[in-house]
């Protein structure tokens, strides 16, 4: 599910409340595998960049990912 959502915002350079809410659902779940967290860091770093938009305006916070 997460590399669906992060291809449809690359796909698109958008990313919806909904997609998001839906990222965060799965993170929260824990049911993550290391694929998934190199999507999501990919998907972090578009946003980042400004590759991305956001339909939310609040930074972005994913406490359950670490990154390195």
Do not use: N, W
């Not at 997609?19 to 998907?43: F, H, N, P, T, Y």
């Amino acid at each position: 599910m997460i590399s669906a959502l992060v291809r449809s915002a690359f796909e698109t350079g958008y990313l919806s409340v909904e997609s998001e809410g839906l990222l965060r659902q799965v993170i929260d779940s824990k049911s993550c595998r290391s694929s998934d967290l190199v999507a999501l860091r990919q998907l972090y770093d578009a946003v980042q960049a400004g590759h991305i938009r956001r339909e939310a305006h609040q930074s972005i916070q994913m406490p359950m990912v670490q990154f390195k």
